[in-house]
């Protein structure tokens, strides 16, 4: 059997005669790491003296810079006495493996360090005995033997490099893999044990160096969490002076524990980042940790591309691999940064060196024939978050007592309320900035924004800017050319005496000061041919990002195809264009707090700028500026074409999930509703609305959404349109009933209780164990269950294939033509009722059912309802309860709807794959309808329990898939040889960003990690069973209690 096994998988690895064994000897050794081992002077962005001691200056109660760590390093052969020097620039990073596919990659692995650690492979196959990681999979013996390799002793894992682990066809030549140790993977990993893999296309490399490429350089992103180390107790005896007086879970020294690194350096000390102007550079990058790691890294004066789309921000997540193709431009030093901005204040930056070769320029010549010339001035104003003074939601005063609203609104002794005076970007006519430029109707919805700055390939871009503020302040674009002596931010890698510390003009124009600045748009730096027409970009004043930004200077911009906009910057055959900039103003952080703190409150003496409420109060949960629905200006007419351009900026609370109710979109060939934003992210939407209305635009990250991140958008009918001219010739009829249950997110703790005794853990669970007061695993919530009839007597009894479903709705399907009805009746005690993303309704709103009655829910499925032209022919959208969509949701009330392309299409794709859906999500049950009922049912001492207290809220955030906990999911078992279509949901809060990996297996996707699975995402994946075993499918964060998100997946033979 064994040797058949074996037959199979070297026959769908694709191994050839040309396939190569390649050798690699990796040791794990003990070391000293320092942080910022480059101890001279720099000047860095948003840092201050003040804020770099905390992480890398100790004392009596902290480590500071220097940490024992364990360390990948390669050896020259089998007696593993001659180190390998790596580059400097890895840093503490393991090895570079690379391989070509078909390879066969044999890892002689020993280990020097005095604990047991082991090398596990991501994007790579293997069989169990070579998987690297310990959990309980049902294996014994030999199979067993790689599970942990103790100190002193050898093991020799064999991973095979599988086609479809490697390269896609998007994918360029190269493309990034990692490897770490997974005994305990979040203790291991913040240990030190990382490193990059390359998997690449046959024949693809040239002495292992990738083919038309001068020079490749691999990052890795990431808060480097020192408290979960396994050397914390040895770092703190070594390097704090009075470790006796150490308290661990203090907050303050766990964040000073926190190395915001590239590589493992921290606040500029990254070395070796070099390369020629006009070198071809290969930039592998990675991102890993837990919550707080949501980060945009930022090229600055640079370009690059990624699948032929033009980028200069990446966004990097816990365990997500991104590759980047880039001409280098423009010597001189640069920086490479986290546009994350509490990521850039402590220290999440890296110089890279642009030297001028001599080599021929690449790129054509601007020679200012086309210049456009903008006059911008930044000036004080006192903005209000809602004028209107009303939730245009609810109907309620912002200040009505016990509404969301009333934590920002209320302006009293110690809080500033709505108003703020700002700092903003705004246009004038010529030089001497007399003559405003004002704003037609099509504009006023740009809000706090600046002006929209526009330019087609082949311009010159001219900014003449007038500071009319307190304080120097700058222009800093992005998605242009930009040199050196026109750079809006300031920063050098070597110290610079005071005497000649004088900031460049461009990067600090004083008060009062103007300063023109000029950029070019050649070609390189344009759309693709896959890029849209015209790209979002942004610009901002960078003295200081951070205030600057929170202060309200910021600006759209759009750079366009050639010959693609109207002489008023308006796209040609668009009929409307939005520009929408979601993010948590942060006016703790602003230039002028201190200024609003004096005119706003009424005792502005005993404001404290420390305390937590007061901090809460000035977070302004916002799109352009307006918040709770006070944003004016979207206005459009059915049957327009509709552009959005949408940008953020922020730090990790801006993970946004923008939905557009009522409406779909396309963006990259993909049908959506709900646009994923990050930090210093940008996207441009197409939509097309079919149904007149007024509809909600809004973030569905629950706090932005409570917090007031929602406006409304207005179809008009200008027209009179044949609404009935779309024939829905299908039609289904589901019987859905929401049921009050009692659920238990892990019904059985053996599975978890033998991965702690396997990881050498005996740790209690806050999640599960009931404690004094906890509620503990059981919960009572509502559920969407489906019923045979009207009747709803008899429930559909879910299948096998159903198992996996859990706590998830039935798995509803429809084609692009149906007509859907969901005869939906409420058996629970509260009201509530069933909404679809992705549908058609005759009415924006969501009528609520009263418990006891019935009522029929109506969706219709057009076109814009199916898969865009690059999307798989089935796509999967969620329904939920909208009553109160926090609410309804954490209690329970969510399913998928799978919507396929018509069936006459699948007479080319015969084959019935298997469906799973998986819902990733920390179900808060802190905001269940149902919390009072269960502190009353499970707790032990109901009458103890404070609800307000920080543990017992902690312990009711349940980390799930599908409502389950520690491999407790059942029913994702599949055959050797079928195709699977996994369908991913998350939805949730900002510490729902899930990546998911699984074990053993790829997807048809760039590697066997989902890449950021984000709020209100939703996913197709599909994958190809080859291996018969157990494996597991968890969520990649480094975060101790994100181990309760795992699950198994098996595989058998027919």
């Keep these: 059997m064994k040797i058949f096994l074996l037959g199979i998988f070297l026959i769908l690895c694709g191994t050839s005669a040309r396939a190569k064994d390649k050798h690699y000897y990796i040791g794990i050794v003990e070391t000293t790491w320092d942080y910022a081992s480059d101890r001279g002077e720099k000047k860095l962005i948003s840092v201050d003296k003040e804020q770099s001691n905390i992480y890398l200056q100790n004392g009596p109660n902290r480590i500071g810079r220097l940490y024992k760590k364990a360390i990948y390093l390669q050896y020259t052969d089998e007696t593993f006495r001659t180190i390998i020097e790596k580059p400097v620039w890895l840093g503490f990073l393991g090895p570079i493996i690379k391989a070509e596919t078909g390879d066969r990659v044999y890892v002689h692995f020993k280990n020097f360090a005095s604990r047991p650690y082991t090398f596990h ?168 940790g837990n919550e707080i790691d949501v980060h945009a890294a930022f090229f600055h004066g640079q370009v690059l591309t990624n699948k032929n789309y033009r980028i200069d921000t990446i966004n990097l997540f816990p365990a997500t691999l991104f590759d980047a193709f880039m001409v280098a431009q423009n010597p001189g030093e640069w920086m490479l940064s986290c546009q994350n901005l509490n990521h850039l204040k402590a220290g999440l930056q890296a110089f890279f060196r642009v030297q001028d070769c001599k080599k021929t320029s690449s790129e054509d010549a601007i020679h200012g024939k086309h210049v456009r010339h903008y006059y911008i001035a930044a000036e004080e104003i006192i903005w209000n978050y ?63 924004l600046g002006p929209v700055i526009w330019a087609e390939v082949g311009d010159t871009i001219r900014v003449t800017f007038r500071n009319k503020g307190a304080y120097p302040l700058s222009i800093e674009p992005t998605g242009v050319r930009v040199s050196k002596s026109q750079e809006g931010t300031y920063y050098a890698s070597h110290y610079i005496s005071s005497s000649e510390n004088v900031p460049p003009s461009a990067s600090h124009v004083a008060p009062k000061e103007t300063f023109t600045y000029e950029w070019t748009v050649p070609k390189e730096v344009g759309p693709t041919y896959k890029d849209p027409v015209c790209l979002t970009k942004m610009y901002y004043s960078a003295v200081d990002p951070t205030k600057d930004i929170f202060t309200g200077l910021i600006g759209p911009m759009k750079i366009c195809k050639k010959g693609s906009l109207l002489a008023n910057g308006r796209l040609k055959d668009v009929d409307k264009e939005f520009y929408l900039f979601p993010t948590v103003f942060d006016e703790n952080e602003s230039l002028l707090l201190d200024d609003n703190i004096q005119m706003f409150t009424t005792e502005p003496n005993k404001v404290d700028k420390e305390n937590e409420d007061f901090q809460e109060s000035n977070k302004m949960h916002s799109m352009n500026g307006f918040m709770y629905g006070n944003q004016p200006g979207l206005n459009m007419c059915q049957g327009d074409s509709v552009v959005w351009y949408l940008f953020s900026a922020g730090n990790e609370v801006d993970v946004h999930g923008i939905y557009f109710s009522g409406n779909t979109y396309l963006s990259r060939g993909e049908r959506r509703d709900t646009a994923n934003l990050f930090p210093q992210t940008s996207l441009r939407l197409f939509m097309q609305p079919d149904t007149a209305g007024t509809f909600d635009v809004e973030c569905l990250t629950t706090d932005h959404y409570t917090g007031g991140m929602k406006q409304k958008y207005t179809v008009n009918q200008c027209k009179q349109l044949n609404e009935n001219s779309y024939l829905y010739l299908g039609e289904r009829t589901y019987y859905i009933a929401a049921v009050e249950v009692e659920w238990d997110y892990s019904p059985s703790r053996e599975w978890e209780k033998e991965l702690h005794h396997s990881q050498e853990r005996n740790v209690s669970n806050a999640f599960l164990d009931k404690g004094e007061f906890y509620i503990g695993s059981k919960y009572k919530k509502v559920v969407y269950r489906q019923f045979t009839d009207s ?142 009922d269960n502190i009353k049912t499970y707790s032990d001492h109901p009458e103890k329990v404070d609800k307000a207290n920080d543990e017992f809220i902690e312990s009711n955030k349940m980390h799930a898939i599908n409502g389950r906990m520690f491999g407790n999911l059942q029913g994702l078992t599949m055959h050797v040889g079928d195709e699977v279509n996994w369908y991913l949901m998350g939805m949730g809060n900002e510490i729902d960003l899930h990546t998911v990996h699984f074990h053993g297996h790829n997807e048809n996707k760039e590697a066997n990690i989902f890449q950021k699975l984000k709020i209100t995402e939703r996913l197709l994946l599909q994958m190809k069973s080859f291996n018969s075993r157990s494996w597991v499918l968890h969520k990649d964060l480094i975060v101790c209690k994100t181990t309760a998100i795992k699950t198994l997946y098996y595989e058998e033979w027919y």
């Design 386 to 448: 809602a004028p209107s003074g009303i939730d245009t939601f609810t109907k309620e005063n912002l200040t009505a007592p016990g509404s969301a609203s009333e934590v920002f609104f209320t302006r009293g002794s110690t809080r500033i309320g709505g108003s703020y005076k700002k700092l903003v970007y705004r246009e004038y006519k010529d030089a001497s900035f007399t003559n405003r430029k004002e704003r037609g109707p099509e504009e006023e919805h740009l809000g706090i």
């Design 121 to 288: 492979a991501h994007g790579m196959t293997y069989y169990k005995e070579h998987e690297g990681a310990i959990y309980p999979d049902n294996t014994t013996d030999f199979q067993k033997a790689d599970d942990k390799v103790h100190p002193g002793e050898q093991y020799t894992y064999i991973l095979h490099a599988n086609p479809e682990q490697g390269p896609g066809k998007e994918d360029s030549n190269c493309v990034t893999r990692i490897y770490h140790s997974h005994i305990d993977a979040p203790k291991d990993i913040a240990s030190g044990l990382i490193g990059p893999l390359i998997h690449c296309r046959k024949d693809s490399l040239d002495k292992e160096k990738e083919k038309n490429i001068d020079q490749e350089f691999v990052v890795m992103f990431s808060v480097v969490d020192e408290n979960l180390s396994w050397y914390l107790e040895d770092n703190i005896k070594t390097y704090c002076s009075e470790p006796e007086k150490v308290e661990p879970d203090n907050e303050d020294f766990k964040e000073s524990n926190r190395m915001y690194s590239v590589n493992g350096y921290s606040f500029g000390s990254l070395p070796g980042l070099s390369m020629c102007a006009e070198d071809r550079v290969k930039w592998y990058l990675f991102g890993m």
């Design 791 to 932: 009747t709803f007597q008899v429930p559909v009894q879910r299948k096998a294939k159903e198992e996996h479903l859990g706590i998830l709705g039935p798995q509803l399907h429809a084609d692009v033509g149906d007509k859907v009805n969901i005869v939906f009746k409420n058996t629970a005690t509260r009201p509530y009722s069933i909404h679809a993303h992705g549908v058609k309704t005759e009415s924006p709103t969501v009528i609520p059912t009263v418990p006891g009655e019935t009522r029929t829910y109506v969706w219709k499925i057009p076109e814009r309802s199916g898969a865009g032209i690059d999307d798989s022919p089935c796509i999967p959208w969620v329904y939920y309860s909208t009553v109160d969509q926090v609410k309804d949701l954490y209690s329970g009330l969510i399913g998928p709807l799978i919507v396929c392309r018509k069936p006459y299409l699948k007479v080319f794709n015969p084959i019935k794959n298997l469906e799973f859906s998986l819902l990733f999500l920390v179900f808060d049950e802190n905001e269940s309808w149902y919390l009072d």
